[in-house]
């Protein structure tokens, strides 16, 4: 595996500009880590905490669903 990072210019920002070679295994690398971190800070920003009410995020239906009860005798 190969994964290789030039910096080509500093920037006055603290930013750089960078060249990034890699081969076909550094690149399922970059990739898988890149997921896992995506979904690591997803999981982070949408946990239920305990001073806030549960979300639940559904897909929308264009029917509207209605209850029906029935009256005990």
Do not use: C
Request: no cysteine.
């Amino acid at each position: 595996m190969e994964i290789a990072v030039k910096i080509i210019k500093e920037n006055k920002d603290g930013s750089a500009n960078a060249e990034v070679k890699f081969d076909k295994r550094g690149l399922e690398v970059l990739v898988q880590w890149g997921i896992v971190a995506m979904l690591t800070k997803a999981v982070d920003e949408y946990k239920v905490r305990p001073d806030e009410a549960e979300i639940s995020i559904q897909p929308s239906s264009k029917r509207a669903v209605t209850k029906k009860t029935t009256k005990k005798k």
